[in-house]
C-alpha cells in the first residue's frame, strides 16, 4: 500500500469511464519509490504494465496503463 491512496490488487474498473475497453483489472505493486500498475483484459488474457513515481498521480497511472492496453489489444487484433 502506498501510503493511504492506494487501492489493493484486483481492483476492477468498468466501462462506465469510456474508455472503450470491457472491464479492466488492476494491479499495483510499489517497488521501491516507484509504482508499477498492471492492467489486465478478462476477456483475452493481455496484461501490460507501466510504471510511475509512487508519489504521482493513481488516476493517470490508471489511464495511462488503460490507453496502453487499448494500443496493444488493437496491434494484436491487426495481426489476426
Given at each position: 500500500?502506498?501510503?493511504?491512496?492506494?487501492?489493493?490488487?484486483?481492483?476492477?474498473?468498468?466501462?462506465?469511464?469510456?474508455?472503450?475497453?470491457?472491464?479492466?483489472?488492476?494491479?499495483?505493486?510499489?517497488?521501491?519509490?516507484?509504482?508499477?500498475?498492471?492492467?489486465?483484459?478478462?476477456v483475452?488474457?493481455?496484461?501490460?504494465?507501466?510504471?510511475?513515481?509512487?508519489?504521482?498521480?493513481?488516476?493517470?497511472?490508471?489511464?495511462?496503463?488503460?490507453?496502453?492496453?487499448?494500443?496493444?489489444?488493437?496491434?494484436?487484433?491487426?495481426?489476426?
Amino acid at each position: 500500500m502506498v501510503g493511504n491512496r492506494a487501492p489493493g490488487k484486483g481492483q476492477t474498473a468498468g466501462n462506465g469511464a469510456g474508455n472503450g475497453v470491457g472491464e479492466v483489472l488492476f494491479e499495483f505493486q510499489r517497488v521501491g519509490s516507484y509504482l508499477k500498475v498492471m492492467a489486465i483484459d478478462p476477456v483475452t488474457a493481455t496484461e501490460v504494465s507501466v510504471v510511475g513515481p509512487a508519489t504521482g498521480s493513481l488516476e493517470l497511472l490508471k489511464r495511462t496503463a488503460i490507453s496502453k492496453l487499448q494500443f496493444v489489444m488493437k496491434r494484436d487484433a491487426a495481426k489476426r
